[in-house]
């Protein structure tokens, strides 16, 4: 299968000018499951209205994570996923994830990829144990306000994501 970038990067500019709907999926993404030994995950409540298609997705849950961006990649390439899922860890949740207390090497979960008409589209998922992470005063807020929320892997059906393709993460790869 040949590749258009072209085709690629024109997607991806009416995407972000959001003349044409969906997210601007050009890329490599990363998304960080969050456990706890009772088998619970952590979800969070999109608070960005709109930055996807245009709905109203406030009150549906995601995975944190986001994209892994060219300055993720520091040093040594195979960290770049680790450092992406860090920064958006700490962005959307505020706990700061320790990548020294994880499993070497670290496994990157294929998530998902989508490779067409004027997309490439990948996603990984990073396992991480809660005593990897970090409290803050920021995580706590966010707890306290429902914006996150600890969700056992038997309820998560229950749960309404903000995408297919996010509820197949959460419910596959946890």
Do not use: C, Q
């Amino acid at each position: 299968m040949e590749i258009n970038i072209k085709k690629v990067l024109e997607s991806s500019e009416k995407r972000l000018r959001r003349e044409i709907p969906g997210a601007v999926a050009t890329g490599i993404g990363v998304f960080v499951i969050v456990y706890r030994d009772d088998l619970e995950i952590l979800v969070r409540t999109r608070t960005e209205t709109g930055s996807l298609t245009g709905e109203d997705l406030s009150k549906k849950k995601e995975l944190p994570g986001g994209a892994v961006d060219i300055a993720d990649f520091e040093k040594e390439y195979d960290s770049a996923p680790v450092i992406a899922g860090a920064r958006e860890l700490f962005e959307e949740t505020g706990l700061i994830l320790h990548p020294e207390k994880l499993a070497k090497p670290v496994l990157l979960k294929p998530a998902w990829a989508i490779i067409g008409e004027g997309i490439i589209d990948l996603a990984f998922a990073i396992d991480v144990p809660f005593f990897a992470i970090e409290e803050t005063p920021l995580y706590k807020e966010l707890l306290n306000e429902k914006k996150l929320e600890w969700v056992h892997v038997s309820e998560l059906e229950k749960v309404e994501f903000i995408s297919k393709r996010m509820a197949f993460l959460a419910k596959h790869l946890t």
